[in-house]
């Protein structure tokens, strides 16, 4: 069983930026596409950004694309997303898991955008 550890998040002004970091134990990370994911307040938990295997190919919700970048160190077991460009609407708690989501959840890293 993969473990997930989010990190990274905190609060932020608008137009601010962030970066999250997402550690997994085991040593099959490199095995699968990874993606970032984020639940908002009252709301259903939703796709952010996905990186495949090496990490050549990304693709993102189109609501963040251009403003976040999702990238990835194998030899870490570490999933990153870059966020740019901050705005209310991205407040969340922010989840990594594999791509597509498979497997228990971590905690999560809050990312709180204050206008």
């Known amino acids: 069983q993969v473990q997930l550890v989010e990190s990274g998040g905190g609060l932020v002004q608008t137009g601010g930026s962030l970066r999250l970091s997402c550690t997994a134990s085991g040593r099959t990370f490199s095995n699968y596409a990874m993606g970032w994911f984020r639940q908002a307040p009252g709301k259903e938990r939703d796709f952010v950004a996905a990186?495949?295997?090496?990490?050549?190919?990304?693709n993102y919700k189109d609501s963040v694309a251009g403003r976040f970048t999702i990238s990835r160190d194998n030899a870490k077991n570490t999933v990153y997303l870059q966020m740019s460009t901050l705005k209310p609407e991205d407040t969340a708690v922010y989840y990594c898991?594999?791509?597509?989501?498979?497997?228990?959840w971590g905690q999560g890293t809050q990312v709180t955008v204050s206008s």
């Open positions: 898991n594999k791509f597509p989501a498979t497997g228990a």
């Open positions: 990186i495949n295997k090496s990490g050549g190919s990304t």
